[in-house]
């Protein structure tokens, strides 16, 4: 009993930093949850998220959401706890959306995320550097394209990181650029009963992370339509590959590639054609005039 009582004699910790870092970002519940989990570590050595739970009367799923947000954060680590201890001279640069996301995720999609899909959203944040608006947008725009999955989610989340994309105005940009050159390569192919289709939209990807610009690629879908009479993905990625081999990224490095141009047979037929007819007028007029004077 004495050793109980000793224990409960004991502080939970939080610090100032640590509640300027956190009160802002995170909801009553997951603090509650993080100082039962504190509390029970405390006082009986062993903390289990169905004695948290049954503690602060909610649901095991709901404190195992909250323990691996602050296993994400650092807080707790594995099977302990981290103290949140930070010095004074410490400046706290970073609040976490992750928290403000999942509430938004839950109501737009009716339902509790699962740890999987909070680990994918911590990914996003620490590797992509997302404030709250970017993930609005990025959430928006794969529901939007009917892509609920947290994996599609991430990886349109790591191709904006690679093309510098870290705003809602260049997001939006580079959506609008994508759909423009999605519909000139269509029209250009002569594709208007069906939609671009997944493989041929690699195509498209690859040539984008080639930086690839979009007259470029329609010169190519022209060129392949010239020489093979139809839009062929395959044959226009073949062209760009090879100008892409040769250093080429603007319609003067095509010109320069493709040499002086040369002449047709036809024009060289036509050519030479002039050139014969030149040769049979090209008269000796002194030996003509002297023909001449001497029939008088």
Not at 22 to 27: E, F, G, Q
Not at 65 to 74: A, D, L, R
Not at 98 to 119: C, D, K, T
């Amino acid at each position: 009993m004495g050793d109980k009582k000793k224990k409960y004699e004991e502080n939970i910790i939080l610090s100032l930093p640590f509640l300027a870092k956190y009160l802002p970002v995170v909801s009553g519940e997951d603090l509650k949850i993080y100082m039962a989990y504190e509390f029970l570590r405390t006082t009986e050595g062993k903390v289990s998220e169905e004695k948290i739970a049954d503690l602060l009367e909610t649901t095991e799923q709901r404190v195992k959401k909250s323990i691996v947000f602050w296993e994400t954060e650092g807080v707790i680590v594995k099977d302990n706890v981290k103290i949140p201890m930070l010095e004074k001279e410490e400046t706290v640069s970073f609040q976490s959306v992750v928290p403000q996301i999942m509430v938004f995720a839950e109501i737009y999609l009716g339902r509790n995320l699962n740890n999987r899909e909070i680990s994918i959203l911590n990914g996003i944040e620490k590797t992509c550097h997302f404030d709250f608006s970017m993930f609005q947008y990025l959430f928006d725009y794969c529901i939007n394209k009917k892509k609920k999955n947290f994996s599609y989610m991430e990886k349109v989340a790591n191709s904006w990181k690679e093309r510098g994309i870290q705003s809602v105005s260049e997001a939006d940009s580079h959506i609008r650029n994508y759909s423009e050159l999605i519909s000139a390569i269509s029209k250009t192919f002569g594709i208007t009963n069906r939609l671009i289709g997944n493989s041929e939209k690699a195509y498209i990807d690859s040539w984008i992370e080639k930086n690839f610009s979009k007259e470029l690629i329609l010169e190519a879908c022209r060129r392949t339509i010239l020489h093979t009479g139809k839009g062929s993905f395959p044959y226009t990625d073949k062209i760009l590959d090879n100008w892409y081999s040769n250093g080429v990224n603007n319609l003067k490095g095509v010109e320069k590639l493709d040499g002086p141009k040369k002449e047709s047979v036809q024009e060289k037929k036509s050519k030479n054609q002039f050139h014969n007819f030149d040769e049979r007028i090209d008269y000796d007029w002194d030996a003509l005039e002297k023909a001449l004077h001497s029939l008088k």
